[in-house]
């Protein structure tokens, strides 16, 4: 993979769910240390698209690619072992192991970029300074934790793996505003890292406090695509695809 390759790309991506196509030729890419938004109203496509990335949908078709690694017809843990992370939006975190149980689940060995440069690595201790509140309960049971603690032990169990990019799905999603402070946070911290993230994300002020950079999807397709500047200097896109 050569340093002007994009570390994630999709060029001409469908996907369906059953017989109904959900994505229409989507064409999108992320650099490294770059946090891209995509953004659109609820039911554009967002979600489905972080998961045909990654290879949850059965049926998709366009190219992926990875590190230079074509991950179009590759299974989700496949990417994962490539370094491709995916925090999902219904958390998904096991309920009945502790917090430090969690994390062990998502561990895998430390990463060197191809320059010979070390990736982020990921330990407990690392994470806890990261998001304070799980350092607080490490022996804690999955279930007996808030939502947007459930969401943060997932983003650190997504990060044990040492991923050098992260889909989130839709991160400030039904959580308190305190927890999407640290959200953002947690974001930024990651991208000085050298972490890319693609976000799914409706709420505008979140993603112009993190992104870099914007696509904007509805019903399936990418309608826009400029700096998150751009896009929050222009009303009239954000009204067509973003106003409820």
Known sequence: MSTHE???QAKALCAWYGAAQILYDVDLEVRRGEVVALMGRNGAGKSTTLK???GMLGK???AVRFLG???SKSEPHHAARLGLGFVPEDRRVFTDLTVMENLEVGKQPARRWADGTDAPLWTPERLFKLFPNLGEMPNRPGGRMSGGEQQMLTVARTLMGNPYLV???EPSEGVAPVIVEQMANMILELKAQGVSILLSEQNMHFAELVSDRAYVLEKGQIRYHATMAELAANDEVRRAYLSV
Do not use: E
Request: no cysteine; charged share 25%; hydrophobic share 55%.
């Open 6 to 8: 994009p570390l994630l």
């Open 52 to 54: 045909a990335l990654i």
């Open 69 to 71: 690694h074509d991950i």
């Open 60 to 62: 998709r078709r366009g």
């Open 167 to 169: 889909l989130l799905d």
